[in-house]
């Protein structure tokens, strides 16, 4: 007895020793797991707007069409060329005494021309409505983001919550069959008594495996909306809200002004007015142009003749004013006609697109204020389940102590109260998704001020463990 005390007291001792040894021992790096990441609704929001892949994308082209709006006096910038050319004539040039006669020349050729466009300022317009148009949707993308973040976080909220109900119903089912099992060994119960608990604990066994599988599932596609590697650890800090929050609902007006997809079509058509206006312009006015040039030449480079002058040289250029109308545009069915009426035809379009999707908007936030109204009524329904379930359990632990029941008998109304409970908020949690997505339809979503998430006060009051 005295060497096995001896060998219990060295064992800790001797353990600190090897991993001691091991963490201290040069050129050997120990294993690191991925830092967790702990995240509440705000955090997960503005990590979201930060680290998603496809804002970022859209950032990179609002921020290129940024820079060709600001480059609009480019329009203005007059076209500059230049070029030089050795040319071989194919007969001797006989230039004016003392020069000699050559056969090579060289020219150099510089010019300037500016063409001004009658609808140039209605394009700058449209490329500033399309700049405009762009960043309404880059809002609107982030507003999508922040709200399947949102209904994301709740919902991984109660899959948590029904994977502890799956667990525990779970273990019933197994101490159900481990009883069962011990009736049929006594002649008390049959053998279709004993498949049909083997079947209830496969059941609950394979509900269990969906649950999780269904929390994974869901809990990769908030990590990749987040920017987050799936194999870092993740806590959820917060609670589904407690019925009691929504007895006082005021819910938001319907303000399709205020939406950013609206907001974008209306930057969309004045993008294709202004460019209607530039397109009638264009048939409409002709086409100022100016040019410059300056052409220097020379006569044979290589052949220098008397008192070294090299050939002739001779020195052209001149500026020029051009008003150019193109006749075909007075045809209705011409090229430029054909792209007038398409425009046309794309604008009233988009007013349409604005029209249909204002009024599905209204039908959505009608529609939700509706079922939001029904769930509120049904909360009352919920709770008084749940008390009688309570109720139930308060009886049946009266009944365990005083030794007049079983303990499967009390495992199953705790069981019972546990669904309750996870009835009530499933119910909550689909009142706070129909909130969240009501925000956003009427225009006026976003993050609450207030980034406490209030928890379920009484959702566990008076469940003995």
Same mark, same amino acid.
């Given at each position: 007895?005295?060497?096995? /005390?001896?060998? @219990?007291?060295?064992?800790?001792?001797?353990?600190?020793?090897?991993? !001691?040894?091991?963490?201290?021992?040069?050129?050997?790096?120990?294993?690191? $797991?991925?830092?967790?990441?702990?995240?509440?609704?705000?955090?997960?929001?503005?990590?979201?707007?930060?680290?998603?892949?496809?804002?970022?994308?859209?950032?990179?082209?609002?921020?290129?069409?940024?820079?060709?709006? &600001?480059? @609009?006096?480019?329009?203005?910038? =007059?076209?500059?060329?230049?070029?030089?050319?050795?040319?071989?004539?194919?007969?001797?040039?006989?230039?004016?005494?003392?020069?000699?006669?050559?056969?090579?020349?060289?020219?150099?050729?510089?010019?300037?021309?500016?063409?001004?466009?009658?609808?140039?300022?209605?394009?700058?317009?449209?490329?500033?409505?399309?700049?405009?148009?762009?960043?309404?949707?880059?809002? &609107?993308?982030?507003?999508?983001?922040?709200?399947?973040?949102?209904?994301?976080?709740?919902?991984?909220?109660? %899959?948590?919550?029904?994977?502890?109900?799956?667990?525990?119903?779970?273990?019933?089912?197994?101490?159900?069959?481990?009883?069962?099992?011990?009736?049929?060994?006594? /002649?008390?119960?049959?053998?279709?008594?004993?498949?049909?608990? *083997?079947?209830?604990?496969?059941?609950?066994?394979?509900?269990?495996? *969906?649950?999780?599988?269904?929390?994974?599932?869901?809990?990769?596609?908030?990590?990749?909306?987040?920017?987050? %590697?799936?194999?870092? =650890?993740?806590?959820?800090?917060? *609670?589904?809200?407690?019925?009691?929050?929504?007895?006082?609902?005021?819910?938001?007006?319907?303000?399709?002004?205020?939406? =950013?997809?609206?907001?974008?079509?209306?930057?969309?058509?004045?993008?294709?007015? *202004?460019?209607?206006? $530039?397109?009638?312009?264009?048939?409409?006015?002709?086409?100022?142009?100016?040019?410059?040039? @300056?052409?220097?030449?020379?006569?044979?480079?290589?052949?220098?003749?008397?008192?070294?002058?090299?050939?002739?040289?001779?020195?052209?250029?001149?500026?020029?004013?051009?008003?150019?109308?193109?006749?075909?545009?007075?045809?209705?069915?011409?090229? #430029?006609?054909?792209?007038?009426? #398409?425009?046309?035809?794309?604008?009233?379009?988009?007013?349409?697109?604005?029209? %249909?999707?204002?009024?599905?908007?209204?039908?959505?936030?009608?529609?939700?204020?509706?079922? +939001?109204?029904?769930?509120?009524?049904?909360?009352? #329904?919920?709770?008084?389940?749940?008390?009688?379930?309570?109720?139930?359990?308060?009886?049946?632990?009266?009944?365990?102590?005083?030794?007049?029941?079983?303990?499967?008998?009390?495992?199953?109304?705790? #069981?019972?109260?546990?669904?309750?409970?996870?009835?009530?908020?499933?119910?909550?949690?689909? +009142?706070?998704?129909?909130?969240?997505?009501?925000?956003?339809?009427?225009?006026? /979503?976003?993050?609450?001020?207030?980034?406490?998430? !209030?928890? =379920?006060?009484?959702?566990?009051?008076?469940? !003995?463990?």
């Amino acid at each position: 007895m005295k060497r096995s /005390g001896i060998t @219990w007291v060295l064992y800790p001792i001797l353990v600190l020793i090897v991993s !001691t040894g091991v963490t201290a021992s040069p050129g050997v790096d120990p294993p690191r $797991s991925p830092r967790e990441i702990r995240l509440d609704e705000s955090t997960a929001v503005k990590r979201a707007l930060n680290e998603n892949l496809s804002l970022r994308a859209q950032q990179a082209t609002i921020a290129a069409q940024a820079r060709n709006a &600001d480059l @609009w006096w480019s329009r203005l910038v =007059p076209s500059l060329s230049a070029g030089s050319s050795l040319i071989r004539h194919n007969e001797e040039i006989v230039p004016r005494p003392p020069a000699d006669p050559y056969s090579l020349s060289v020219a150099l050729d510089l010019e300037a021309r500016f063409t001004f466009a009658p609808g140039v300022s209605a394009d700058v317009r449209s490329e500033r409505e399309d700049l405009s148009a762009a960043r309404f949707r880059y809002t &609107d993308a982030g507003r999508n983001i922040e709200r399947q973040v949102r209904t994301l976080f709740y919902s991984l909220l109660l %899959d948590y919550e029904r994977i502890q109900v799956a667990e525990l119903t779970r273990d019933l089912a197994q101490e159900t069959l481990e009883q069962t099992a011990i009736d049929f060994r006594l /002649g008390r119960v049959d053998s279709r008594t004993l498949r049909q608990a *083997e079947l209830s604990t496969q059941q609950a066994d394979l509900r269990l495996r *969906e649950t999780r599988s269904a929390y994974e599932d869901s809990l990769a596609i908030f990590k990749n909306l987040l920017g987050i %590697d799936e194999d870092v =650890p993740v806590i959820l800090e917060g *609670e589904l809200p407690a019925e009691d929050s929504f007895r006082t609902l005021e819910p938001p007006g319907y303000a399709p002004d205020l939406r =950013p997809d609206i907001s974008a079509m209306n930057a969309e058509i004045r993008a294709q007015n *202004e460019r209607i206006t $530039s397109m009638e312009r264009g048939r409409s006015f002709p086409v100022l142009g100016v040019a410059a040039s @300056w052409s220097p030449r020379s006569g044979d480079p290589f052949n220098p003749g008397n008192e070294g002058v090299y050939g002739e040289w001779n020195d052209t250029g001149g500026m020029s004013l051009t008003l150019r109308f193109e006749l075909q545009e007075l045809f209705p069915f011409s090229r #430029s006609g054909t792209s007038l009426n #398409s425009a046309e035809a794309r604008l009233e379009s988009l007013r349409l697109q604005k029209q %249909d999707t204002a009024e599905t908007g209204l039908r959505e936030y009608r529609s939700l204020l509706r079922r +939001i109204e029904t769930r509120i009524a049904a909360l009352e #329904s919920r709770r008084m389940n749940l008390d009688l379930a309570q109720e139930i359990y308060d009886l049946t632990d009266q009944a365990y102590r005083a030794g007049t029941t079983d303990l499967l008998t009390l495992r199953s109304a705790r #069981s019972e109260v546990e669904a309750a409970r996870l009835d009530l908020l499933q119910e909550t949690f689909n +009142i706070k998704s129909d909130l969240i997505d009501l925000e956003y339809v009427s225009g006026v /979503g976003g993050i609450p001020a207030s980034t406490g998430v !209030t928890g =379920p006060a009484d959702a566990r009051k008076g469940i !003995t463990q």
